[in-house]
């Protein structure tokens, strides 16, 4: 009984993903523009940012819902969406680590704040799910990202909605869905430039388009005891806490450069997380940790280290 309780078959719900603090306003922007222009339209609406995932903390994977509906929305209380028609990510690193797609509808739409195509950002993803359409737009290029507590947790928004990059991510959102028209899009967004380059200039993948992969070859016996670990050991339990994996919140990893590494440990030193180790082999990262606070970097004597972007690794 309880898995129909708010059966709302008109009923869009928009999930948007941004870096805590950094992309508060934009993610919020996101949300409140697509539901500010369908309410021009009649439309019933709900805007909100999400209180599971505080306490907000820089770069912390961070949400903002929206939901639209032609009828009075019976699940106005229900503080999360289970089933998103559209996700949108404000920043591209969101893509790896984090169950963006779950819930998913059928045929439903992911956008992308990034420069890099819709077949780069689908290599990321390890579960398609119910995925239908892929859609990238380079917003920062178009705008950028309003850094404000203006807005936040209900407050009066003084900075105005749409002035940075949420107006083209909002425009490409409008493009691929046709949540709204971009007409009443354009009214209550500031950056009505920016709004229109992204609605104008994103790239649209539908995944129906793209031809089916090769079945891989299916797994034997012998594949899988060769899989097995060495006399049935296993890992130590104190070296690895799943419950405190934090390498999602990177947006850069540390590179090093073997050749100019003189293994002096300053990174070592440093390092607030305890991701580094010396081994025989030298410095070693542990990503699943890193942050990408880029301290290691700062305080690496011989610059053997530097940031690089991270969707520049497939791993």
């Not at 309880?2 to 993610?27: C, H, M, S, Y």
């Not at 354009?186 to 009505?192: F, R």
Request: hydrophobic share 40%; charged share 25%.
């Amino acid at each position: 009984m309880t898995e129909n309780l708010f059966a709302e078959p008109n009923l869009k719900q928009i999930t948007v993903w941004a870096r805590g603090v950094l992309q508060n306003k934009d993610a919020r922007d996101v949300a409140v523009a697509l539901t500010e222009a369908a309410a021009r339209e009649g439309a019933h609406v709900q805007a909100w940012e999400n209180y599971v995932d505080l306490p907000d903390r820089i770069n912390v994977p961070v949400r903002a819902y929206a939901k639209i509906s032609t009828d009075p929305i019976d699940s106005r209380y229900v503080f999360e969406n289970d089933a998103p028609d559209i996700v949108v990510l404000v920043e591209e690193t969101l893509v790896k680590g984090l169950k963006i797609l779950k819930g998913l509808k059928k045929g439903g739409i992911l956008v992308v704040n990034t420069k890099r195509s819709p077949e780069e950002i689908l290599s990321f993803l390890e579960d398609k799910g119910n995925l239908g359409v892929v859609v990238t737009v380079d917003a920062n290029s178009m705008s950028t990202a309003v850094q404000t507590l203006s807005g936040a947790e209900g407050a009066t928004d003084a900075t105005g909605i749409g002035v940075g990059i949420a107006a083209p991510v909002a425009g490409a959102v409008v493009k691929a869905s046709g949540i709204v028209d971009i007409n009443n899009l354009a009214a209550v967004v500031k950056n009505q430039e920016a709004m229109k380059r992204g609605y104008e200039e994103c790239t649209i993948l539908k995944l129906d388009e793209i031809e089916p992969a090769k079945p891989e070859k299916e797994e034997t016996a012998m594949d899988l005891l060769n899989r097995l670990p060495f006399a049935g050991t296993v890992k130590s339990p104190v070296s690895e806490n799943p419950g405190m994996v934090t390498g999602t919140w990177r947006t850069k990893r540390p590179v090093l450069d073997q050749e100019k590494c003189t293994e002096c440990s300053t990174c070592w030193i440093f390092c607030p997380d305890a991701c580094i180790t010396r081994t025989d082999d030298g410095m070693v990262f542990n990503l699943k940790y890193c942050k990408g606070c880029a301290i290691c970097e700062a305080v690496c004597p011989s610059e053997a280290i530097s940031m690089v972007p991270e969707l520049d690794f497939k791993d």
